[in-house]
């Protein structure tokens, strides 16, 4: 429905601003749009039925955006708020306790704005691509919406006119921009617009004249403009504060920085603006013109000691809040009429009026204050981190960052000094209880692990002891988790970090002051883990499951450590940060286990177990600007997200129908595999994928042999190598292992064999699990030389021949001399001919082991004349792997800084 018939069936049924709707109307328009029909009870219908479409619904915002403005909406039969919290608005019913929420940004909402009869609300948001959103309050439909409006810095502030028929918006860019949009006409520019200098500060806040449409003024901290339209442009002139005068005539110097909140007097040509120092400064506009500076001489009211920081009018009426909570009333004349200072509130960001008629308003409209749950300050500890309950609901432990662990009452939120420990400095970075309640553990800034123990005795209470603190990483920990051994009821504690080590802790045999370390393995060659949890018994192994940054997710023995299983992860912008396994269901026809993480600012669910199908996952912003943890109900129903400076939290209605109609859709057995190889099932890849495979059989029996072939639709596992770099993937001595391990032990658990070949459609999905998610970037190739060369002459990074030599041989996987010597044999293409001239033409036969002798001293005959001593970014691209340069295609032409 387009903007242009949203106004016009809204002014037909409206009869102006505040009209209402008559019920011959509502009978005329059957079958017209959600919009025209709409009315205040539509939203917040008295019976709600949802039909789940979505894997992941919102289904309510706690919290808010403080530093935006909240509106009041209703408040006669029912009191309805309108606020934003971070990516989405919402509209809250107080009444009936119920909220519709205006989902459709993907970035923080940075600013918004009502109509002023609250029927039509527009939201903001900021990013790369800014975009506004207008939509009815009515219906909570969105009618209009206006792309890359401000692309360079995003929208800072905006306002309706007082008709609603334009909308005005600020840019934040470096030189700000007004735009006066007809939002009603289906148009991609602005009708008026204007550049301001960048001398009059950053202006936040600029709203219409409700008197004259055709006069705007906006704000900074030290600087107002007054805007006006004339021959067809937006112009604007400045409101000088240097010589300003009190009601005594005397001259008053303000200081800078001190304008907040600024409105147009109701009746008179005026400005008036609040100041830091609690007085009001009014501007005289009679005389005024849109000149580039306009020098008013005008007057200062001095109506209060503490700072205004917010200002409105209302029925004849100038309001003020301040930074004391205290709203106050004054008439035309400012004098006070009546004042609130026992609201208990902090400073007061914004006030909104409803626009209502009186009749029948309640004598009381105060809010009843229902009393909070026990709260607790801890005034000698520096900043929470992270809290965590136990299993049992007993204990509530608190990690400071100041390394002090306070263990709780969960009911009255006391401790005993006893409990309260402190012994790092680092600052408590997670933070977990066992799942019988009786160790606690944290990881803190310093990549150590410290334990407590429930220690009990017959004589007395329960109580916590330190057992020790151990620096068991050399980089930040990225997860802590407590499991129970398969095979017993003996706790574990394993610890996670970016030094790619997985450590488990020998709490068995740790005692009070004495924490042992069962094992440290490291599990990844390249890829940084960045989370882990225990995998649900699928089968009769235990298995933990790994995220990493390359997108990938790992199933590795609970008790060997081998790596069994490699999947592709969600592949949605950035890594997953955390993950956990649902609760199973109680209903009997739901069979499946499901797994819901997070990334950098989206939280998902997937379909378990893993194979890598990516129709089995699902996910969807929701904080534009970082998610911080998340967790899951009781019963697997419902994920909370918490932000990390937007200070909300979300709450997610699962819905498993929903996602796994999503996951039927993708399709059966291969076919989702099949989308994932590049040209699909008939593309020229999968013929040459074929042609490969059913080569390595051939390859397999001998291709000189003259027997009769064998044809087989598998090929042994020993081939696999082969085929996945005939592919172009490379895998590393590893990653091979890995591959072959997981198909060898895929099913030892059930039948005690080893699988010992493999077949095409099994290969698929090996290939596409185990291939890197994203190939490597020409950055990344700029970044090894910036870290591992030394700077020429001209400033660019190079490698001398024998250090490239050398660090083959001895960083990652070290390879041999001989393997060297072939690799740069078949990358440079030369042959035993060619190196014989190349080397003068010296008689004899040379071996392999011949090629490369730099550490014995004798001459390097074939790689002296094909590699240069100093080795560029280019050569090794261009040169020795055949590759464009990777400086001309990232386009920079000097090195970093």
Not at 114 to 127: N, P, Y
Not at 276 to 290: K, P, T
Not at 665 to 685: A, I, M, N, S, W
Request: some cysteine.
């Amino acid at each position: 429905m387009s903007a242009a018939k949203v106004k016009e069936e809204y002014s037909e049924s409206a009869g102006g601003v505040g009209g209402e709707e008559t019920e011959a109307d509502t009978q005329k328009m059957t079958g017209q749009s959600q919009v025209y029909t709409a009315t205040r009870d539509t939203l917040f219908p008295k019976k709600i039925t949802h039909t789940r479409t979505h894997a992941l619904s919102l289904e309510w915002v706690f919290g808010m955006n403080p530093a935006l403005p909240a509106y009041t909406l209703q408040d006669h039969d029912q009191l309805v708020v309108l606020y934003a919290g971070a990516h989405v608005g919402v509209i809250y019913n107080h009444t009936s306790n119920s909220q519709h929420i205006l989902q459709g940004h993907c970035g923080p909402i940075s600013c918004m704005c009502v109509s002023e009869d609250r029927r039509w609300i527009a939201t903001a948001d900021q990013g790369l691509k800014s975009t506004v959103m207008i939509w009815d309050s009515y219906s909570g439909i969105p009618v209009h919406t206006l792309f890359d409006c401000h692309p360079e810095g995003g929208i800072v502030a905006m306002a309706f006119s007082e008709d609603t028929k334009h909308l005005v918006t600020l840019g934040a860019e470096g030189v700000q921009c007004v735009c006066i949009w007809d939002w009603t006409n289906e148009t991609d520019k602005p009708v008026w617009f204007t550049e301001l200098n960048p001398e009059h500060g950053l202006q936040d806040y600029i709203i219409f004249n409700p008197n004259d449409s055709t006069q705007l003024l906006s704000s900074s901290e030290s600087q107002v403009l007054f805007y006006s339209r004339a021959e067809g442009s937006l112009q604007y002139s400045t409101l000088e504060p240097k010589k300003l005068f009190s009601k005594t005539s005397q001259t008053v110097e303000l200081a800078s920085g001190s304008f907040s909140q600024s409105v147009f007097h109701w009746r008179e040509p005026q400005i008036l603006t609040a100041t830091a120092a609690g007085s009001i400064v009014v501007w005289n506009l009679e005389d005024s013109a849109a000149n580039q500076s306009l020098c008013v001489r005008t007057k200062v009211v001095a109506l209060q000691e503490d700072p205004i920081t917010a200002l409105t009018i209302t029925d004849s009426c100038i309001v003020t809040g301040d930074t004391q909570g205290c709203i106050r009333f004054y008439d035309e004349a400012f004098l006070l009429l009546t004042w609130y200072n026992e609201l208990n509130l902090d400073a007061i960001v914004s006030i909104s009026f409803s626009k209502e008629c009186t009749e029948g308003y309640l004598e009381d409209c105060s809010l009843e204050a229902k009393p909070l749950m026990i709260s607790r300050v801890f005034e000698t500890e520096r900043q929470i981190q992270c809290v965590t309950f136990d299993p049992q609901g007993l204990y509530l432990a608190v990690g400071f960052g100041s390394g002090a662990v306070h263990i709780l009452n969960a009911s009255t939120l006391q401790s005993d000094p006893e409990e309260c420990f402190h012994h790092t400095d680092d600052s408590i970075h997670h933070i977990t209880f066992s799942l019988d309640s009786k160790y606690l553990a944290t990881a803190d800034a310093g990549k150590a692990v410290t334990v407590f123990r429930l220690q009990t005795n017959k004589d007395s209470s329960p109580r916590w002891v330190y057992m020790g603190r151990y620096r068991s990483h050399y980089k930040p920990i990225t997860d802590l988790l407590f499991g129970v051994h398969l095979d017993s009821t003996q706790c574990r504690l394993l610890s996670l970090g970016m030094d790619r080590r997985l450590v488990e802790y020998d709490l068995e045999n740790s005692d009070v002051n004495k924490l042992l370390i069962l094992s440290s393995e490291r599990i990844e060659q390249s890829a940084v883990p960045t989370c882990m949890t225990w995998y649900p018994l699928l089968t009769e192994e235990l298995f933990l499951l790994v995220a990493s940054d390359q997108h990938k997710m790992k199933l590795f023995n609970s008790t060997t450590k081998m790596c069994r299983k490699t999947v592709c992860g969600p592949t949605y912008g950035s890594p997953v940060q955390k993950t956990l396994v649902l609760p199973r269901s109680e209903e009997p026809e739901v069979n499946s286990y499901y797994l819901t993480y997070i990334t950098e600012d989206k939280v998902g669910l997937q379909i378990l177990p893993l194979d890598g199908n990516p129709y089995k996952s699902n996910a969807l912003i929701c904080h534009p600007s970082g998610v911080s943890t998340f967790a899951c109900s009781y019963d697997g129903l419902f994920v909370f997200t918490a932000g990390r400076s937007d200070c909300t939290v979300l709450s997610w209605e699962i819905s498993i129908n929903a996602l796994e109609a999503a996951a039927a859709l993708g399709g059966k057995d291969l076919v989702p595999f099949y989308t994932l190889l590049e040209g699909g099932r008939d593309g020229r890849f999968y013929r040459e994928m074929e042609d490969f495979f059913y080569y390595c059989q051939i390859r397999h029996q001998g291709t000189d042999s003259m027997e009769r072939r064998q044809v087989s639709t598998r090929i042994p596992l020993s081939e696999v190598p082969s085929l996945m770099r005939a592919l172009a993937y490379f895998p590393t001595e590893q990653e091979i292992e890995d591959m072959q391990n997981e198909v060898k032990f895929s099913k030892y658990a059930e039948t005690g064999k080893y699988v010992t070949d493999i077949d095409l459609e099994e290969f698929i999905k090996l290939y596409v699990n185990h291939r890197p998610v994203f190939s490597i970037s020409s950055n990344e190739l700029v970044e090894a030389f910036d870290i591992l060369g030394a700077r020429d002459n001209t400033g660019q990074p190079v490698l001398q021949r024998n250090e490239l030599l050398k660090l083959l041989q001895a960083r990652g996987e070290h390879m041999t001399e001989e393997e060297v010597g072939e690799c740069f044999t078949t990358l440079l293409g030369l042959d035993e001919e060619e190196q014989e001239e190349k080397a003068g033409g010296g008689g004899g036969e040379q071996s392999e082991h011949d090629i490369y002798k730099s550490d014995s001293g004798e001459s390097e005959y074939s790689l002296e004349c094909a590699i240069p001593d100093e080795i560029s970014l280019e050569t090794f691209t261009g040169h020795i792997l055949g590759f464009p340069s990777s400086a001309k295609q990232s386009g920079r032409s000097s090195p970093p800084e």
